[in-house]
């Protein structure tokens, strides 16, 4: 199985700040065939279901601000939050999906 | 855009079963891979099944191979998990998801489960 460890566990930043969330998989990520990473970035905002900020390390999903970027490759994964708004508020998941079990970070609680 | 609405969370005692559905609308339902997430109290998100399109590949995660059966039924464009000999550790709240492959892009409200003597 992979497992995905995420860090650091919370992380309190100002309005406007730059935050950064980091992942590592005990396998690399990368498929030989398509050069692609297979690594997710969920936003879980209080009573709301999560939404899928990054898919493939670094592409934004439809609709997610441009302060949202992913970058990494094989193990090593970064989400970084720039100039933080207040709706930043949540818990950021990353999450492999190379293989079944699809396994998930342990999550990073943002706090302003 | 689609839209996914999960129903069937209930109050159970351990042993007892329970059928979680998903209804999907807004496009077409056939052409998704669907999942099943759950969040235990306190906890973070955990995969559980999921199932293609026509229904020819099915995963589940190890705790719960052989008592739960995920399944589907593309012309009622809804999704099924049936839970049998529920656990206490089972209490979460489960979410559907839909999305390409085994990378979930949408994902419903979610539905509350808990078992409790």
């Known amino acids: 199985d992979f497992v995905m460890t995420q860090y650091p566990d919370s992380l309190a930043v100002s309005l406007g700040a730059r935050a950064t969330i980091n992942c590592r998989s005990s396998w690399s990520l990368l498929s030989r065939s398509n050069k692609r990473n297979y690594l997710a970035w969920f936003q879980h905002r209080p009573r709301q279901p999560p939404r899928l900020l990054i898919s493939?390390?670094?592409t934004r999903a439809s609709g997610v601000p441009e302060r949202f970027s992913g970058s990494g490759s094989g193990t090593d994964f970064t989400l970084t939050i720039a100039n933080v708004q207040a709706e930043d508020v949540a818990v950021y998941y990353c999450?492999?999906?190379?293989?079944?079990?699809?396994?998930f970070g342990g999550g990073t609680a943002l706090e302003i | 855009e689609v839209h996914l609405a999960e129903s069937g969370g209930a109050l159970v005692h351990p042993g007892e079963s329970l059928r979680l559905s998903c209804l999907v609308s807004g496009s077409p339902f056939r052409k998704y891979w669907m999942t099943w997430f759950r969040q235990r109290p306190g906890k973070g998100l955990e995969w559980v099944a999921n199932i293609k399109q026509d229904a020819s590949e099915i995963k589940y995660v190890e705790s719960v191979r052989g008592r739960f059966a995920i399944s589907r039924d593309n012309g009622k464009s809804s999704l099924y998990l049936q839970m049998n000999n529920l656990r206490v550790d089972d209490t979460a709240v489960y979410y559907c998801a839909a999305g390409a492959g085994y990378l979930v892009e949408v994902w419903g409200q979610g539905t509350t489960v808990t078992v409790s003597s």
């Open positions: 493939w390390a670094s």
């Open positions: 999450q492999q999906y190379f293989g079944a079990p699809l396994t």
